[in-house]
């Protein structure tokens, strides 16, 4: 964050206060004065989710996520209450201006559980089928995740690197709110392609928002020696 920034209180409210220069997120990305106002101004007015804040100040929602995800560190916002993500999961947090406490989210029902367990009984049984390679030009705009895990995968034993490595490598992500791409997608040359391991036990900024976005895509494993 360039300029001096300060806290501050009025009305009730904890606020941060800008004294110059431009705000810049925990990842780099500046935001400039008018914007961050809006951003501000919005949420003060009533709660609101991190989609909703991006659609109306134009900032990109990895943008709003780090804000926010910084304001409710410090207590400036809560979560009071719980929305549904693209797939109907009471999952997304709805954002509160102002210290309190965090609406706890409301448990799934017996029969609901068992409901989801069976679909997902059947999507991993459809995966394991033999399908056609997604082409390249479908997975524009989608967050990529493999379908399975791959032989080497950084959750198993037989991962290629020992515990200690893999605790620091999960960490650092953790930390940096983003996410570790497969090593059989490094080898080739998919970049893009995130760990499933990594996806079904580690959220993140990045993992969470693209749930939510609905923009989850998964793909076959990478043959690589």
Known sequence: MSGEVGVGTGAGHVCLVRFGGT???RRGVKVNALSYAHMTKLLMERPRTRVELSKETGLHVLTI???VGAWYDIGVVHIG???????GRISVPIYHWGPGKDAPRIPKARQLIHK???QAARERKALEAPKPSVPAEDLRGVFQVCEKLCT???FTKARIVSDARAKEV???CEKKGTYFVC???SLAGNNQLCCRGFFDNVETTVTALAKELGLVRYVPVPKVE
Do not use: F, N
């Open 116 to 118: 989801e367990s069976r």
């Open 170 to 172: 999960i960490a650092d």
């Open 152 to 154: 080497q995968c950084l």
């Open 23 to 25: 705000m810049t997120s």
């Open 65 to 67: 996520g780090d804000y």
């Open 183 to 185: 090593h059989k997608g």
């Open 81 to 87: 209450d719980w929305g549904p993500d693209a797939l």
